[in-house]
């Protein structure tokens, strides 16, 4: 369980991080409306969406991988593949982080994430019962003793319950 003091640190850090990106988007002087996106082949009277967007659909196809594709999967592509990807791969190549810091327990998570070989050994022993597992660790009960908690005579059903 988190402690507050963690918990306001983690909000203190996510504020900072979003004043600083507001910050380095004004300095960019990023357009409210990109007028490349008018495609003044249409008449906005016989088709308003094409005038508008047809400049930024031929400019965006939808990739083979999506169903959709607008302004906000490019900005949600750009904040997961570029800025967030750029942030941990740059606190993962730092040494000599101080022990139980938010960044050294980042580095260490992504080092984790990349060690395919222990994870393939683990498999799911980890989490699997009876394998010698800490369920201390466990945010729930896994194994049959636990299946039958749930049956619907244990359950608070009937006149009077609610």
Same mark, same amino acid.
């Given at each position: 369980?988190?402690?507050?003091?963690?918990?306001?640190?983690?909000?203190?850090?996510?504020?900072?991080?979003? @004043?600083?990106?507001?910050?380095?988007?004004?300095? /960019?002087?990023?357009?409210?409306?990109?007028?490349?996106?008018?495609?003044?082949?249409?008449?906005?009277?016989?088709?308003?969406?094409?005038?508008?967007?047809?400049?930024?659909?031929?400019?965006?196809?939808?990739?083979?991988?999506?169903?959709?594709?607008?302004?906000?999967?490019?900005?949600?592509?750009?904040?997961?593949?570029?800025? *967030?990807?750029?942030?941990? *791969?740059?606190?993962?190549?730092?040494?000599?982080?101080?022990?139980?810091?938010?960044?050294? /327990?980042?580095?260490?998570?992504?080092?984790?994430?990349?060690?395919? @070989?222990?994870? /393939?050994?683990?498999?799911?022993?980890?989490?699997?019962?009876?394998?010698?597992?800490?369920?201390?660790?466990?945010?729930?009960?896994?194994?049959?003793?636990?299946?039958?908690?749930?049956?619907?005579?244990?359950?608070?059903?009937?006149?009077?319950? @609610?």
């Amino acid at each position: 369980m988190l402690s507050i003091h963690t918990s306001a640190r983690r909000v203190a850090a996510g504020f900072l991080l979003a @004043v600083s990106a507001v910050g380095a988007a004004s300095a /960019q002087k990023v357009p409210a409306f990109d007028n490349s996106s008018v495609d003044k082949s249409i008449k906005p009277c016989h088709d308003f969406d094409g005038f508008a967007n047809n400049g930024w659909k031929k400019a965006n196809p939808i990739p083979g991988t999506e169903s959709r594709w607008g302004a906000f999967n490019v900005l949600d592509k750009e904040n997961k593949e570029v800025r *967030l990807k750029g942030i941990i *791969l740059d606190i993962a190549s730092r040494k000599g982080l101080a022990k139980g810091t938010e960044e050294q /327990q980042i580095s260490d998570y992504y080092a984790s994430f990349l060690d395919t @070989v222990t994870i /393939q050994k683990r498999g799911i022993s980890p989490w699997h019962p009876g394998s010698g597992g800490s369920t201390e660790s466990r945010p729930w009960p896994i194994g049959p003793s636990s299946a039958g908690s749930c049956r619907p005579s244990a359950l608070p059903l009937g006149p009077g319950s @609610v």
